[in-house]
């Protein structure tokens, strides 16, 4: 049985061609990055998807008790485990340049490869298991 993959072609919104809640959060990422990621354009077609995944992003990075480099390995491995290239890069620039990811890690998370730290490589297996079993 083949996989469908269900896509929606809403178009890109930027902050001039919105109102109200969504054109907020476009300016919200924009002055805290300093650009509105084509993600958050895209995802702001439903103001409240887009509010949801910022809140649970924030909740992640502040609450989860992990350090910034186990956050990455976080999202690497979630990002490889779904084949976005976008998310591997986006993650792989905050990893190298933010949260410090250790080089030998980073390029064995963006190349699929044995990590050569035993806890992150843990972590990389156990973020993988709950993304394909759905948290089962």
Same mark, same amino acid.
């Given at each position: 049985?083949?996989?469908?993959? +269900?896509?929606? %072609?809403?178009p890109s919104q930027t902050? /001039? =061609?919105?109102?109200?809640? @969504? &054109?907020?959060?476009? /300016?919200?990422?924009? @002055?805290?990055?300093?650009?509105?990621?084509?993600?958050?354009?895209?995802?702001?077609? =439903?103001?409240? $998807?887009?509010?949801?995944?910022?809140?649970?992003? /924030?909740?992640?990075?502040? %609450?989860?008790?992990?350090?910034?480099?186990e956050q990455e390995v976080?999202? $690497? +491995?979630? =990002? &490889?485990?779904?084949?976005?290239?976008?998310?591997?890069?986006?993650?792989?620039?905050?990893? %190298?340049?933010?949260?410090?990811?250790?080089?030998?890690? $980073? %390029? +064995?998370?963006?190349q699929d490869k044995a990590?050569?730290? @035993?806890?992150?490589?843990?972590?990389?297996?156990? @973020?993988?298991?709950?993304? /394909?079993?759905?948290?089962?």
């Amino acid at each position: 049985m083949t996989a469908t993959i +269900a896509k929606l %072609d809403l178009p890109s919104q930027t902050i /001039e =061609s919105t109102s109200g809640k @969504a &054109r907020e959060m476009l /300016e919200t990422a924009k @002055a805290r990055l300093g650009f509105v990621p084509k993600m958050y354009a895209n995802m702001v077609n =439903s103001p409240g $998807l887009l509010e949801t995944y910022l809140v649970g992003y /924030e909740r992640f990075r502040q %609450d989860s008790g992990f350090t910034s480099t186990e956050q990455e390995v976080v999202f $690497l +491995a979630i =990002s &490889r485990f779904h084949h976005c290239t976008y998310c591997m890069a986006a993650h792989s620039m905050i990893a %190298d340049k933010m949260s410090k990811v250790p080089g030998p890690v $980073l %390029d +064995a998370l963006r190349q699929d490869k044995a990590i050569p730290d @035993a806890k992150l490589a843990a972590l990389s297996t156990f @973020a993988h298991l709950m993304v /394909e079993s759905r948290g089962f």
